[in-house]
C-alpha cells in the first residue's frame, strides 16, 4: 500500500495515454500513479484538470499559468490531444514538485491517494468518524472495514506523526482509533461495498480498483480493536492477521466465510508458525498431566471466551486438534465445506449446537464418544445412508437429516429412542417419497409421537390416528420377534 509521507522520493505521476469515447467525444487521461512499489490508474477529462486547478490557484496560489489553456476549435485533432496530453503530464509532474512532502487534500483526492494511500486514506475515515462515528455506534457497534482500511490503521500504528494538516481537527488519526477501541463486532472483507466478494473467494486475488493492490496480500495486526467480541472475515484468510495475541481474552464469536482455508488451524492458530503441530488437550481436568510446554502453548493460544465459530462456505476437509484451544465452544458451523469425517470434538463439553450442512459425510460411527452433550445437529446435504451411530446422542433436541441417502425407514429406530428429541427433519431423503411417509416414521416414535416436530410441522390429527395405529403392529411385531 502507498504511504507518500515516507515515500515521496520514489512518486511519480504519469499520463501514458488518453482515450476518445466515440459516441460522445468526450476525451479521457488516463494517469498512472506510483508510490513505490504500488501503482493505480485514475481517469480524468481536462475539465477535471481545471477546476482542480481553479481551486489550488484559489486556496494555495499557484500559478494560474502551470495549467494548459483550453481550446475550443481542433480541441479533437489527435496531434493536439497528444500535445496536451504531454502538457497535462509535465502539469501533474510540476505540482508533485512543488508539493513533494505533504500533497493539499484537492490533489490527493484528484490523484486517488485516499483511496490507495495509507495517510490519505485514514484521513477520510477520520473525518467520517468525526461526523459520523457516534451514530454509527449508537446504531450497531459493527462496522465494515476493507483489507486495505485495516492495513492502514496497522501501518500508521507504527508511523511517526506525519505533517500536521491544515484542517487537523476533523483528519486527526485519533478519531479513527476512538471509533476501533468502542467496536464490539468487526467485519473484514476485501473491498467495501462489493457483494461479489462475499459470494465467490475465487475473487481473493483480484487487485483493488485499478491499483495493483492485492487484497489477500496484505498483513496486518489488530491491536486498535481492544474492545472486540465478534470478528467477521469474508472472503479473506485469517493468516492475514499477524498477531491475534491481543484479542483472545476478549472474543466470543469468530466467522470466516468464502475462503479458500482447508484446515481449522488457520483460523483458530492463525498467527502460530507450528499451527500444524498436534494441539494438546486443554480440558480443565487434564491440567495435572500437562507439561511445562503444553502449559505454555495454553497461555498463547487458548481463546478462553470463544464461543462460536462459523466456518461457512470454505474449503475445509477435517476438525483437526485446533478445536481444543478452544473449551468453551458452544456453537461450531461448519457447512458448506469438504468434511468426511469427525474429529477432535470430545474435549469441546459445552458444545451445543453443530452444524454440517452441505458437506461430504457418509458414516456416523458412534458420534456420541465425539459428542456427548450435544442439543442440535444438522447435517442436511451430505451423503448419509445410516443412522446407527446417532443411537447414543441421549441429549439431541434438534436434528437435521434432510437431504441426504435414507431410504429405510428402519433408520429411524435409531434416532426414535433419542429421549429428549422434538424436531427432526427428513425431507428430501429417498423415504421421504414413499406412502404415508409421515405417519410411518412418527410410529416410530410411538408414545412420543405427539411430541415430535417432523419436517418443521407436528403430525395431524388425522397422521397421529394412523402412527398410533402402525405403532401397535410395530410393538406387535417386535413382541413377536422376541418370542
Same mark, same amino acid.
Given at each position: 500500500?502507498?504511504?507518500?509521507?515516507?515515500?515521496?522520493?520514489?512518486?511519480?505521476?504519469?499520463?501514458?495515454?488518453?482515450?476518445?469515447?466515440?459516441?460522445?467525444?468526450?476525451?479521457?487521461?488516463?494517469?498512472?500513479?506510483?508510490?513505490?512499489?504500488?501503482? &493505480?490508474?485514475?481517469?480524468?477529462?481536462?475539465?477535471?484538470?481545471?477546476?482542480?486547478?481553479?481551486?489550488?490557484?484559489?486556496?494555495?496560489?499557484?500559478?494560474?499559468?502551470?495549467?494548459?489553456?483550453?481550446?475550443?476549435?481542433?480541441?479533437?485533432?489527435?496531434?493536439?490531444?497528444?500535445?496536451?496530453?504531454?502538457?497535462?503530464?509535465?502539469?501533474?509532474?510540476?505540482?508533485?514538485?512543488?508539493?513533494?512532502?505533504?500533497?493539499?487534500?484537492?490533489?490527493?483526492?484528484?490523484?486517488?491517494?485516499?483511496?490507495?494511500?495509507?495517510?490519505?486514506?485514514? @484521513?477520510?475515515?477520520?473525518?467520517?468518524?468525526?461526523?459520523?462515528?457516534?451514530?454509527?455506534?449508537?446504531?450497531?457497534?459493527?462496522?465494515?472495514?476493507?483489507?486495505?482500511?485495516?492495513?492502514?490503521?496497522? %501501518?500508521?500504528?507504527?508511523?511517526?506523526?506525519?505533517?500536521?494538516? %491544515?484542517?487537523?481537527?476533523?483528519?486527526?488519526?485519533?478519531?479513527?482509533?476512538?471509533?476501533?477501541?468502542?467496536?464490539?463486532?468487526?467485519?473484514?472483507?476485501?473491498? *467495501?461495498?462489493?457483494?461479489?466478494?462475499? @459470494?465467490?473467494?475465487?475473487?481473493?486475488?483480484?487487485?483493488?480498483?485499478?491499483?495493483?493492490?492485492?487484497?489477500?496480500?496484505?498483513?496486518?495486526?489488530?491491536?486498535?480493536?481492544?474492545?472486540?467480541?465478534?470478528? *467477521?472475515?469474508?472472503?479473506?484468510?485469517?493468516?492475514?492477521?499477524?498477531?491475534?495475541?491481543?484479542?483472545?481474552?476478549?472474543?466470543?464469536?469468530?466467522?470466516?466465510?468464502?475462503?479458500?482455508?482447508?484446515?481449522?488451524? @488457520?483460523?483458530?492458530?492463525?498467527?502460530?508458525?507450528?499451527?500444524?503441530?498436534?494441539?494438546?488437550?486443554?480440558?480443565?481436568?487434564?491440567?495435572?498431566?500437562?507439561?511445562?510446554?503444553?502449559?505454555?502453548?495454553?497461555?498463547?493460544?487458548? &481463546?478462553?471466551?470463544?464461543?462460536?465459530?462459523?466456518?461457512?462456505?470454505?474449503?475445509?476437509?477435517?476438525?483437526?486438534?485446533?478445536?481444543?484451544?478452544?473449551? *468453551?465452544?458452544?456453537?461450531?458451523?461448519?457447512?458448506?465445506?469438504?468434511?468426511?469425517?469427525?474429529?477432535?470434538?470430545?474435549?469441546?463439553?459445552?458444545?451445543?449446537?453443530?452444524?454440517?450442512?452441505?458437506?461430504?459425510?457418509?458414516?456416523?460411527?458412534?458420534?456420541?464418544?465425539?459428542?456427548?452433550?450435544?442439543?442440535?445437529?444438522?447435517?442436511?446435504?451430505?451423503?448419509?445412508?445410516?443412522?446407527?451411530?446417532?443411537? *447414543?446422542?441421549?441429549?439431541?433436541?434438534?436434528?437435521?437429516?434432510?437431504?441426504?441417502?435414507?431410504?429405510?425407514?428402519?433408520?429411524?429406530?435409531?434416532?426414535?429412542?433419542?429421549?429428549?428429541?422434538?424436531?427432526?427433519?427428513?425431507?428430501?431423503?429417498?423415504?421421504?417419497?414413499?406412502?404415508?411417509?409421515?405417519?410411518?416414521?412418527?410410529?416410530?416414535?410411538?408414545?412420543?409421537?405427539?411430541?415430535?416436530?417432523?419436517?418443521?410441522?407436528?403430525?395431524?390429527?388425522?397422521?397421529?390416528?394412523?402412527?398410533?395405529?402402525?405403532?401397535?403392529?410395530?410393538?406387535?411385531? @417386535?413382541?413377536?420377534?422376541?418370542?
Amino acid at each position: 500500500m502507498s504511504c507518500y509521507y515516507r515515500q515521496h522520493e520514489e512518486a511519480s505521476v504519469t499520463i501514458p495515454k488518453y482515450s476518445v469515447e466515440s459516441s460522445a467525444g468526450i476525451t479521457y487521461y488516463d494517469i498512472k500513479v506510483r508510490v513505490g512499489n504500488v501503482e &493505480w490508474f485514475v481517469e480524468r477529462r481536462y475539465r477535471d484538470f481545471a477546476q482542480l486547478h481553479e481551486k489550488l490557484v484559489e486556496e494555495i496560489s499557484i500559478s494560474k499559468k502551470l495549467l494548459p489553456p483550453k481550446k475550443l476549435v481542433g480541441n479533437k485533432q489527435p496531434a493536439f490531444l497528444e500535445q496536451r496530453r504531454e502538457q497535462l503530464e509535465t502539469y501533474l509532474q510540476e505540482l508533485l514538485i512543488y508539493f513533494r512532502n505533504e500533497l493539499p487534500r484537492l490533489l490527493a483526492e484528484f490523484l486517488e491517494f485516499n483511496k490507495y494511500d495509507i495517510i490519505y486514506l485514514l @484521513q477520510d475515515l477520520a473525518k467520517l468518524f468525526n461526523e459520523s462515528g457516534d451514530a454509527l455506534l449508537s446504531a450497531k457497534k459493527e462496522y465494515n472495514l476493507s483489507a486495505l482500511e485495516v492495513f492502514a490503521i496497522s %501501518e500508521r500504528l507504527a508511523l511517526p506523526c506525519p505533517p500536521i494538516n %491544515e484542517q487537523v481537527g476533523k483528519y486527526d488519526f485519533s478519531h479513527v482509533l476512538d471509533f476501533c477501541t468502542q467496536l464490539a463486532a468487526l467485519v473484514v472483507t476485501p473491498v *467495501k461495498d462489493n457483494t461479489t466478494f462475499a @459470494q465467490d473467494y475465487n475473487t481473493v486475488d483480484v487487485p483493488i480498483g485499478r491499483s495493483n493492490i492485492i487484497p489477500n496480500r496484505l498483513s496486518f495486526n489488530l491491536n486498535a480493536f481492544r474492545n472486540l467480541k465478534t470478528l *467477521k472475515f469474508s472472503a479473506l484468510s485469517t493468516e492475514n492477521i499477524v498477531d491475534i495475541e491481543l484479542l483472545k481474552p476478549t472474543l466470543q464469536t469468530i466467522c470466516v466465510h468464502n475462503t479458500t482455508i482447508t484446515h481449522i488451524n @488457520q483460523v483458530l492458530l492463525c498467527d502460530n508458525l507450528h499451527k500444524d503441530c498436534d494441539v494438546p488437550s486443554i480440558v480443565p481436568e487434564h491440567s495435572a498431566s500437562r507439561s511445562n510446554g503444553d502449559d505454555e502453548l495454553l497461555s498463547t493460544d487458548a &481463546w478462553n471466551e470463544l464461543c462460536e465459530l462459523d466456518l461457512t462456505g470454505n474449503l475445509l476437509t477435517q476438525i483437526d486438534g485446533s478445536v481444543r484451544t478452544a473449551p *468453551k465452544l458452544r456453537r461450531l458451523v461448519l457447512e458448506q465445506n469438504r468434511i468426511r469425517n469427525i474429529q477432535n470434538l470430545a474435549e469441546l463439553p459445552h458444545l451445543q449446537m453443530l452444524s454440517l450442512s452441505g458437506n461430504l459425510i457418509a458414516e456416523c460411527v458412534d458420534w456420541h464418544l465425539t459428542m456427548g452433550n450435544l442439543v442440535t445437529l444438522k447435517l442436511s446435504q451430505n451423503k448419509i445412508k445410516s443412522l446407527s451411530g446417532l443411537r *447414543k446422542l441421549l441429549s439431541l433436541v434438534n436434528l437435521d437429516l434432510s437431504c441426504n441417502l435414507i431410504d429405510d425407514l428402519k433408520e429411524v429406530d435409531f434416532v426414535a429412542n433419542l429421549p429428549l428429541l422434538e424436531t427432526l427433519r427428513l425431507t428430501g431423503n429417498p423415504l421421504a417419497g414413499s406412502v404415508d411417509y409421515r405417519p410411518r416414521v412418527l410410529a416410530r416414535f410411538h408414545g412420543r409421537a405427539a411430541e415430535i416436530s417432523l419436517d418443521n410441522e407436528p403430525g395431524t390429527q388425522q397422521e397421529m390416528d394412523m402412527a398410533l395405529v402402525l405403532s401397535a403392529l410395530l410393538t406387535a411385531e @417386535q413382541r413377536q420377534r422376541q418370542k
